[in-house]
């Protein structure tokens, strides 16, 4: 649980704060960020803002709960909640060097420096850059594979070529995907664009879906009418090989940035690239069959390699329609009741639901306080839970609590 706390709260808790830290700083100007964990103290940090920058003055971590992470989610706690713009700044101190260069502070005149906080795109530039080194290769691919089945006179490879072409489509909405979700919110999109991503989705697996049937109604009817005689040429085994090597180190780049920059759509991507090794392995072994044993193993490999596309297009279409009906995820929000009980006090949680906008997720929710609190006092215990569950959930953009009275039952005589 995160808290960011006042003076006058740091003030009424001081000696809980010196009993924790002998050396806590108490200014009375600070911004103070607390951690706990099921309600125990964990580490704090003091902000002091100078203008448009702002300096660390302090992060302490609970000595046994250091080389957790909670310095880490502290500092993107700090980033996601107060300091959004300018620079953060820090003193050069021994204990902290390390876990500033690992966060990506950068040495300037003895000081270390976050800079340009508002200017942090790294997510939508390297999901851009991987998707687009992708486009790149996947038309390389895409051409050679369909050239050479064809000039080969292998059905195998050339529908792995049309599965090469599918990948751009995939990509492009990828990248469209990123691009919406980067776009802010506005009077007539409230909850962003990023739906917009779904609807791509949905496209472009219709298009996959009718692009593999176009090549199994081919191969069956060469089948049908037995005209499966062509042996394909050897070296065809040449661009199955190229397009198997190519797809590997895609998987390892997009799967690498996916789970880098928190993006579902790359990480699914990258799963595909991999399954599109063994496509085109199963194509060499196909021709390897055709050119040795009997020639309708490539018409029987081209079928298989559409079939897989088939179904990708299937899968790509459940799980954006999914996304756009608003399915619940009953495992997070499970998690997300127990993780409010486990470090607040409210002991009534209901009405929990959640709704999807490509990667991010919107929730709504509504918790029981005593009667006798204060508005200003529930609103303090929202406001907590709400930057909390922001900040250990990641996907999670935007929380809404809705605050009732928790009615106790009057004594019977």
Known sequence: MYKIFTWEMVESNKEKFLNFDKDFPFIADGIYFIIEDKKELIGYSLVEKKGSDYFLNRIYIKENCRYKSYGTKLLTFMLNTKIKSGNLISNKNPALNKFLRKNGFILENDLYILKELNKNNFREKEGKKTVLYSIFWNIILAVTKIAGGFYGKSRALLSDGFNSLSDVATSIGILLGIHFSNMPEDEDHPFGHEKIESIIGVIL?????????QLIQGSVSILIKGEYNTTPNIDTIFWAGFSSIVK??????KLRVGKATNNA????DAKDSRNDVFSSLGVIL???LSIFVAPIFDTLMSILVALLIFKEGVSVILETTDTILDKQDTELINEIETYIYQNTNITNIHDLMMRQSGDNIFLSLHIRVPMNMTVYE???ISENIENSIIADFPGIKSVIIHVDCLIEEKKQD
Request: a positive charge; hydrophobic letters at 65%.
């Open 205 to 213: 697996g219709i298009i996959m879906i009718l692009t593999a049937s």
């Open 248 to 253: 590997f180190f895609m998987y390892r780049q």
């Open 265 to 268: 759509a790359l990480v699914a």
């Open 286 to 288: 196909g021709i390897l």
């Open 378 to 380: 529930a609103h303090r």
